[in-house]
Structures are given as structure tokens and as C-alpha cells.
């Protein structure tokens, strides 16, 4: 499962300047949601393994659509058996569902039962008293009605009803109708009976009846399809290996399929007619990606088959369905949008390493979803090192421990927990970024060999299976032959980091340096720590491993020429926080012979905070030609370009960048910075790169064109509206048409917002959006661009509508008005704050 939007991370970096604006009230209202609520009583219930009383061996499915109710009417044949002790009773878990029949076959005969449905439950007494060497088959008739079920999903999963029917009137002509399920947690059992717990699997086979012009995709090979004389077309899905039933799926549309494979085995990509041209761009590394995920595990990829599939309205980022992940429409960019890079490749790459990881070796309970979603988000920064190189692994790393210090909640949790108030809380950046940045120190620590050879015995002791934390680390301390006890209780059953102020002193008389090493988090917790520390002396690296274990931990280290750097955690890998307190010089010479991503990033945040400094400024200047195009990118966002001796240092530089990177992005960073020069030398430049084919690019261009001749760059944005625009280059169009009082072109400014997919970018656009509000002077305008964030507002999932309408109204709507009042625009002040609820 890949998270729900606005958590997901950024790995290109954007010029979001205008978010400046509404930093203060953002800040505001984080400081008043990290305080902490009262205590729950539900925290004081211990969330243990379920218990297995009956266990399933095999779901037979057989589904049909009623797409004016959204209803789903479906037939069960449900094989199980005891797990060990004698019943004759069964609890189903069967939410919202209307039951016809309950019966005991037997051959071709049914035998009618007595149940109970409560709503949520089905006990059902079965015929007589079952050992646990007896199977039985269970037969339902039912009525799934997901549209009237009730559920509250989480941060990562934003509903939890189960089964979803999208426009499945045709009534939204933007819209396509879909059909498509969302297991994870518990929700299957919104549309067939079953025991929804992690910890049972089964083997199933699900007979879908659809519009025959539909296409469909569920777990498994696509058996046989039957067409019918009503239109419709029967599919028969067959799943031969076990797997847990949140993983069950179903999706229905009109898709295109883009046919690939992977040693002879089907891997399809499933996106709307629209982007077949492109989907091999998005998902076209995905046999890669098996075959290197497979090398690696020394496991070859499991199941009979990889498809994957976009949906719209989607209630997450991505979910792992055994055989056939769904991802969010937003996967689905356009040839300009890629022109960028593609945004979403950690999905592709964190669902398809669930297929080990989750769908074949399965964890026993929520509490120990790290053995899930650990993995998976670990599994990010192996791709991306893999194939990208160790720069852009080790930012992926470093985003992911961004994320999990972002919330300040987050060092108060465990990783494996078995308190919580709900299962849907473990769904967090403790499980997902901590966890994997847990799983990246271990194999630092013991080595790659003994890490993936750990992974191999444990996949293949669980596969098909259900497991907890510590039958991991049971395989690995098999491998290695290590008492790892100490790691998990610190890293996954205890919380926290360790916060280190670092300090460095030199006696050249004795020749002796002095690192003192300081814990000073104030939780009462010492942190245990393996690390290497490198002296730089001379022009070469001594590489020392040390232990950190104590409040204050002192290290001495003799040499014959003082060091030119001391690099504690050379190999940038322990999940910290920290102050390191080196000179400039020692950052400067960390940014040119250490070479690590975050040595280099390290190099370039302290130097931008020395921009007075000559040599710190001869270092920017420096690596604002870095190998890696992130930090490129973050070298530039740096500048102090109101400085006139920056300014002029790096103007060449710049030009060079907007001219000659290979970098779309960093093109369109430099494009950007150099408009703010308004050099008429560069207007035919900003004219050229306006029609670049990236809309980062095209649309900094047109904004530093506007800042040299505002009619030409009307003209071109004129021209560029007759074609779809997206990104900057719509919020470049979009400010230039309401300076020119364009009320023409504004429908085309809140349809391209109104179309963005509920994403992390469409919250990242609208402090752009909002900004131009505030630029708006036409009443009649302004209130449809407020209706406009309103919608945006008001789509928000449920979980998440709270605090992030809380932060739309307080951080945009909010400051607008009062912005609009002290400007004597009260008609437009009082439409937007009476948009905020009292």
C-alpha cells in the first residue's frame, strides 16, 4: 500500500515561492495539531494475532453489477476448516450486506442453516460438529450495498467501504465509469463474506459478470470468458496459491491494456485510451524491476501473472492485490508531464515488491505491518540506487526520514505496535519511513550478503504464510549467528531516534583529535549505535568503527597532519537527528572527497547559510554543477540572488543550466531564476524554452518572458490555451491572464485545477491557485476561482477532511479575505470568509 496524497514525498524539486505567502499561518496551525490529545481508552487494548478458530482453504466467487443502485449481487461458496479445535459454529465477517441463503453443500445438494447477521457479523450454526482434518463448503446468497455502508478509512486508505462504483450513471461526462475494490484493512468483507483478517489465506477463483465493452482484472490468470445474450460478458478469474483476503480485487472499465512480459509471465499495464501511448513510460520498468527484486531475494517473482491497473476517486495511493496493484489516476501523466521525470515510479516500485512482501509473506497482525510496509518502502531506495545510481537511493533515503521527523507525533511510536485506538493508525511514516530506513541500517550493518541472504530464509519460511516481527529477526540471526535482540527492541519495539551534538577538538602537540558524541534527546533513552567515523588526514581516508552507547561517548584519534575532516556516520546511514559542528572548511572539504549525497548536501545547506563568506559562495557556486540534479536543484533554491555579489557570480552559471542540462527540472529552476535578471539578451531564450515540450520548463519561461515583454508573453499564453496545459506552465498562463484581465481564458484556469487528480500536486498547486485569487479584481471571477478551491476542499476523504480543511480554511481562504477587506473589496471579502465554517 503506498500512502494516500499529501504524504506521499516529492523526488523532483519545485519552485514553490508563492507558498511563502501562507508559511506563517501553516506553521501556525501545525504547532496547534501537535498537541497532544487526551488518552484513549481503546489504547489500553492489547491488538494481538486473531484468533484462528476456523481457518479458509478456498473462495469461489461468482458476481454481477448493478450499476443503477451501485449495488454488487453475489453468490459464495466458502471452503474452510477447523483450525485445530472441534466447532460447529463460524463467524463470517459480512458488513452491510443483505443475506438470502445460508447453506451447507454437499455434493450438488444445500442444506439451509441457521445464522444471525448483526450487520457486520454472520454467525452462522453449522450441521454438525467439524474436526480439523474435515473441510465443509458454506454457501451464500447475497446483496453487497456499499454506498450505504458506513466506514472511516485512514491517512493511507481514505474510505473503507470495500467496493466502489465511479459515475456509474455516465452522468459526469469528465469522468469514466469504473468499478474497482479496496481491501486493505478489513473491507473485502463489504463484498463477499469471509474471515478479513491478515493472518488467513485461501486460494480463490471469482466469476465476474460485466458490460461485455468493459474490460476486467482480478487476482490470478483469466480463465475463460463467456459472452451472454444481454450484453454482458462473464469472466472467470482463477487464483491457484494462497493469499489473504484483503488482497482479493476486482476493477471493471474501459481500459486500454498495454501487453508486456516478465519470463514468460503476463505483465499488463490497464490506463484510460488516452495514455496508452505513454503507459510503457510510466509502468515500463516493471520487468526490470521483477528481475532485479528477484536476483536480490534470490526468490523469482511468485505468481502467475503482474498487472496494474489506474483508477479514478481512488481511496489511496496504490494497493498491492495479489497479482493486480491499483494505483491512483495521478500515475497517469501525459508525454509533458514525463518530460520531467516520472513522479510516481516509487509506487511501481513499492507495490510490486509487496507481491513478496506483504502478498506472499504476510504479516500476522496490523500491529506487525513493518513486515508489510517496511519493506516495501525500503524497497524504493534499492530500486532507485539500482537503477539511478547511489545518489538518487540515498535521497530517497533521506526523504523518507524527512517525512517521519515531519510529524512531531511520530518519535512517541513504536514500530511494532500493539496498542493503538485503530488498526488504520498503523498506516503512518513510522511504519512506512522509519521502518524502512530501520530495514537500510540493518543491511548496513550486517552486510548486503547476510541482509539478503536473512530475506531469502524468511520469504521461504513464510511463503504462503503469516509472520511477526521476531521470526524475522529469528532468520537473521540464524544467518549472521548474532544475538539481534538488542536492534528490535530498540529500533522495532522501542520509539524514537537519537539526537546528536557533535563536537571535534585537536591537540597538534600530542597529535590527537578529540569526537565527543552527545545523545541529548530527552526521552531517558541511549540510543545503541554502530557507526563509522573517517578521519581525513593528508589526502586519504581512515575508515574507524565505533560503538555509541552512552549520554556522551568520547573518541580519540592520533595523526601525524591535522585532519582536514572528521566525518562522523561516514557512510550517512543511522535515522538522526543532529548538530554537527564543523567549520566551513571542514564542510567544504566534505562536499569535494567525502562524495556521499548527504555529504554533499550537508556541504550545501551550511554554505547557503554563509553566503557572506567568499569560499562558501565559490562552493554554491560549485555545486550548482553537482552530479545529482536534486541537489542542483537545491543549490539554486539556495541562492541569495538579492545579494549583488551572488548575483553576478552565478548569472553565467545559470545561463549555462537553462541552456545545456540534461535535467528538465533543473532547466526550468534556472529558467526561472535568470527571469528574475530581466535581461532583454535573454528574451529569445525564454521565447525558445517557452515551447519546450516539459511544462515545468515551458512554464518558467513564460513567466520570465513576462517579465521582459508582458504582450508577447500574452500572445504565446494565448496561443498555448488552445492545447491542454498542466502544471507550471497552466499557473504561469493563469497568472498572466488575470494581470491582463483575460475573463475569457479564466474557465480554462479553473477547469485545469478543477481536472487535477486528487493528489499530492493538486495540494501543491493550490497555494499557487489561491494566490491568484488574491490577484483577482473581477467579483464575479473571484468567487468562481473561491467555488473552485471550495470543490478542492470539499473532495478531501473523509479521515483526512478535518485537518486538511482546517488548514485550506486557516492557511488560503482566511488570509485572503482579510486581505481583500483591508484592500476595500468587501463583496469579494465577505463571499470567501462566509466559505469558512463558524
Known sequence: MAPAFFIKKTTRMKRILIFLFFLPQILSLKSQDSTQAPKDPALHIYRAMYPHINDLVHT?????????????????????????????????????????????????????LKYYNDG??????????????????????????????????????????????????????NKPIQIWTQGETESNSAWFPTIDKPDQKCTEEISMTVPAKYISLSNGKLVSQVKNT??????????????????????????????DTYKGKDVNYYVEKEYAPVARR??????????????????????????????????????????????????????????????????????????????????????????????????????????????????TNFHDIEKYLADPSNPSKN??????????????????????????????????SAFFKSLNLYLNTFKFKNAEAHNLRLAFEQVTGQDLNWYWNQWYYGSGHPIFDINYSYDDTKKMALVVVNQVQKTGKIFRIPMAIDVYEGGSKKRHAVWLGNESDSFYFRYNIRPDLINVDGDKIILCQKKDNKTLENFIYQYKYA????????????????????????????????????LRNLTMNSLELDSPAMKAEVESVLLELATKDPDRTVQATAIGY????????????????????????????????????????????????????????????????????????????????????????????????????????????FKKGVDALIRFRESIPASQKAELSKLINDSFLKPIGERKEAAGLKEQADYILSKIPR
Not at 148 to 153: F, V
Request: glycine letters at 6%.
Open 230 to 259: 444481454d450484453g454482458t460478458r462473464t469472466d472467470n478469474w482463477k487464483m491457484d496459491l494462497p493469499h489473504s483476503p484483503y488482497l482479493f480485487f476486482m476493477g471493471v472499465g474501459d481500459y486500454a491494456v498495454i501487453h
Open 120 to 173: 457486520t457479523t454472520l454467525r452462522i450454526h453449522l450441521d454438525k460438529t467439524y474436526r480439523y482434518t474435515e473441510n465443509y463448503t458454506i454457501y451464500i446468497d447475497y446483496t453487497s450495498k456499499p454506498n450505504e455502508l458506513k466506514a472511516q478509512g485512514s491517512a493511507a486508505i481514505t474510505d473503507a467501504k470495500g467496493l466502489y462504483f465511479i459515475n456509474p450513471l455516465g452522468t459526469d461526462e
Open 595 to 630: 562524495g556521499l549525497y548527504m555529504d554533499r548536501r550537508e556541504a550545501i545547506e551550511f554554505c547557503s547559510e554563509h553566503q557572506g563568506d567568499e569560499s562558501a559562495r565559490a562552493l554554491l557556486k560549485q555545486a550548482m554543477r553537482d552530479p545529482y540534479f536534486e
Open 674 to 781: 535568470l527571469g528574475t535578471y530581466k535581461k532583454t539578451e535573454y528574451k529569445d531564450l525564454f521565447i525558445k524554452k517557452a515551447s519546450d515540450s516539459s511544462y515545468s520548463v515551458a512554464g518558467n519561461a513564460l513567466t520570465a518572458l513576462s517579465y521582459l515583454d508582458e504582450a508577447q508573453a500574452y500572445q504565446l499564453a494565448n496561443e498555448f490555451s488552445k492545447f491542454p496545459a498542466k502544471g507550471d506552465l497552466l499557473i504561469a498562463m493563469s497568472a498572466i491572464f488575470i494581470k491582463e484581465g483575460d475573463e475569457s481564458k479564466f474557465d480554462l484556469v479553473i477547469d485545469g485545477f478543477d481536472k487535477m487528480p486528487m493528489s499530492q500536486e493538486k495540494f501543491d498547486e493550490s497555494p499557487q491557485f489561491a494566490a491568484l485569487l488574491l490577484k483577482m479584481e473581477n467579483t464575479e471571477q
Open 415 to 448: 514500530l511494532v505496535r500493539f496498542y493503538y485506538t485503530d488498526r488504520e493508525e498503523m498506516f503512518d511514516m513510522v511504519t512506512y519511513s522509519k521502518g524502512g530506513r530501520i530495514l537500510n541500517m540493518l543491511k548496513n550493518y550486517v552486510g548486503d
Open 282 to 395: 510510466i509502468f515500463g520498468f516493471t520487468p526490470e524491476m521483477m528481475a532485479f527484486y528477484s536476483r536480490i531475494l534470490g526468490v523469482e517473482f511468485p505468481w502467475v501473472k503482474y498487472s496494474q491497473m489506474t483508477a479514478r476517486d481512488y481511496v489511496s495511493g496504490a494497493m498491492e492485490n495479489t497479482t493486480a496493484t491499483l494505483h491512483t489516476n495521478a500515475l497517469q501523466q501525459d508525454a509533458r508531464q514525463l518530460a520531467d521525470g516520472n513522479k510516481y515510479e516509487d509506487y511501481v516500485a513499492h507495490e510490486l515488491f509487496h507481491q513478496w512482501f506483504g502478498d506472499l509473506a504476510t504479516t500476522e497482525s496490523w500491529s506487525n505491518l513493518t513486515l508489510n510496509e517496511s519493506f516495501a518502502n525500503f524497497s524504493e531506495t534499492l530500486w532507485f540506487e539500482f537503477k539511478h545510481g547511489k545518489d538518487a537511493g540515498d535521497a
Open 60 to 112: 469461489k466467487l461468482d458476481v454481477r453489477f448493478d450499476y443503477s443502485k451501485s449495488y454488487l449481487y453475489g453468490k459464495a461458496w466458502i471452503t474452510l476448516k477447523p483450525h485445530f479445535y472441534p466447532t460447529d459454529t463460524l463467524s463470517l465477517d459480512a458488513k452491510g450486506m443483505d443475506i438470502k441463503e445460508v447453506s451447507m453443500l454437499k455434493g450438488n445438494q444445500r442444506s439451509p
